[in-house]
């Protein structure tokens, strides 16, 4: 993808000569546009990429944006690559097998433990006791596998949430991509989030009016985001997938025994065969290549880097829809994506830009954020952005790349809560943190 084909100036009558144009896709020296094939550790012919764009201490403004190049550091590998399949089959192993074998990164799937747990290793789940509104309990994976209709419309919260995180989630590799020239190994995507809540909707799981939300979310947020590459979906037979969640629940799945959900086969037909191979794949294969495995017994992940070699990922026409989102002819193109992605402020725009107030099961009353706000605040490294918090013993710099104090984990405004119990509860907490509590902070005045 790097290398620019051509400079051209156009010049009108009487216009002054200008800086030429960076075209990527006339000539046909520009190998790594027009072939974009990739390359193995074990092929001998993977290209070592430039130094990379420090993007998190930096940034990626405007002034960076016309001076700073993007296309210079892409290599053959400079790919998105998503694993989809059915749980039980490994993936993660295999992703990562796959990302070592391309020098990519892995980047995990989204869960709800994402969400829960902040950076600095403390669960808000630990302070479920002390919500008196259902809505900000918390609802998870291992809620779902128990009981999928628990939780008051808990799954109804939890798909909404992990739409919104894997918008987040995609949104970072991509910068981490544009800004290094590495490629990203990563498992599902907000493009096929839809096949779970459709399945979940049809198995009434998911109310309607969630349904309706969550699809304006989605109009607003895929618009800005590139296709994957590459998928590659690890496939097994229903019953194969049964039998293997079935053997991992007596080991590191303990909460997946005798599921509900998992040992419901009209369920995992529905999701896997019917809308994840038959209508998600399928509409898929017009913009991303699609390479499908039986994975019953396993594989081998060599096997799948050498058809992923073989791949032809060129293209032949300007107006072809196969990695069509890649094919930003100029240089300021993928300048302008770089830089639309590290700043990340499109995506609360594209969510909050969606008015639909009929979501009642998803959406917080006055009262139910207060309370959401003066709990989740409790939790060590919650009240303002990573790097400013004292109660972990950071001391913010002088310059700091991260988001302003003011802002805080989960969204919420810290300057808000200021009321006499919430002073009573700083107050004792800090007592309690000196005098070696060990439940110094997880307590309730």
């Not at 290599?75 to 089959?89: A, Q, R």
């Not at 939890?158 to 990563?186: I, K, P």
């Not at 989605?218 to 049964?242: F, K």
């Amino acid at each position: 993808m790097a290398g620019l084909a051509s400079k051209l100036v156009h010049l009108l009558p009487g216009a002054k000569p200008t800086a030429p144009a960076k075209l990527l896709t006339v000539a046909i020296n520009n190998s790594k546009i027009c072939k974009a094939g990739m390359y193995s550790r074990t092929s001998g012919q993977m290209e070592e990429r430039m130094k990379p764009w420090d993007y998190k201490k930096w940034g990626y403004g405007y002034k960076f944006q016309v001076t700073e190049g993007t296309t210079k550091r892409f290599n053959d590998n400079t790919k998105v690559i998503v694993v989809e399949g059915p749980p039980g089959l490994e993936k993660t192993k295999f992703a990562k097998e796959l990302a070592e074998e391309f020098g990519m990164l892995y980047v995990p799937g989204v869960s709800m433990e994402d969400w829960y747990i902040n950076s600095y290793g403390y669960d808000l789940r630990d302070l479920d006791w002390q919500f008196h509104y259902n809505k900000n309990k918390s609802f998870d994976e291992k809620k779902f596998a128990q009981d999928p209709q628990g939780g008051h419309n808990g799954l109804d919260r939890m798909q909404l949430t992990l739409q919104q995180m894997r918008a987040f989630s995609y949104n970072d590799f991509l910068t981490h991509l544009f800004n290094t020239g590495q490629g990203v190994v990563t498992e599902k995507s907000p493009f096929s989030e839809h096949v779970f809540i459709e399945a979940a909707h049809k198995m009434g799981w998911v109310d309607r009016t969630s349904r309706v939300l969550y699809y304006k979310r989605r109009m607003q947020v895929l618009q800005h985001l590139l296709r994957p590459n590459i998928i590659v979906y690890l496939d097994a037979p229903t019953d194969v997938v049964q039998a293997k969640i079935r053997e991992r629940s007596k080991t590191t799945h303990p909460w997946e025994a005798n599921s509900p959900v998992f040992e419901n086969t009209g369920y995992l037909n529905m999701v896997y065969e019917e809308k994840m191979k038959n209508v998600y794949l399928k509409d898929a294969a017009q913009y991303s290549k699609v390479l499908t495995y039986n994975w019953s017994e396993g594989g081998d992940t060599e096997v799948v880097v050498e058809d992923i070699e073989r791949l032809q990922l060129e293209y032949f026409d300007k107006y072809d829809k196969q990695q069509g989102d890649w094919r930003q002819h100029k240089e300021d193109g993928y300048s302008m994506l770089r830089r639309r992605y590290t700043e990340r402020e499109w995506i609360n725009g594209a969510i909050d830009s969606v008015e639909y107030l009929d979501a009642d099961n998803v959406t917080l009353t006055a009262e139910e954020m207060i309370e959401f706000c003066n709990v989740a605040c409790k939790l060590p490294g919650n009240m303002h952005a990573e790097g400013y918090n004292e109660d972990t013993g950071e001391k913010a710099s002088w310059f700091h790349s991260g988001r302003p104090k003011e802002s805080a984990a989960y969204g919420f405004d810290p300057t808000g809560i200021d009321h006499q119990e919430m002073h009573m509860y700083f107050n004792e907490r800090k007592q309690r943190k000196a005098n070696g509590d060990a439940n110094w902070w997880n307590f309730q005045v």
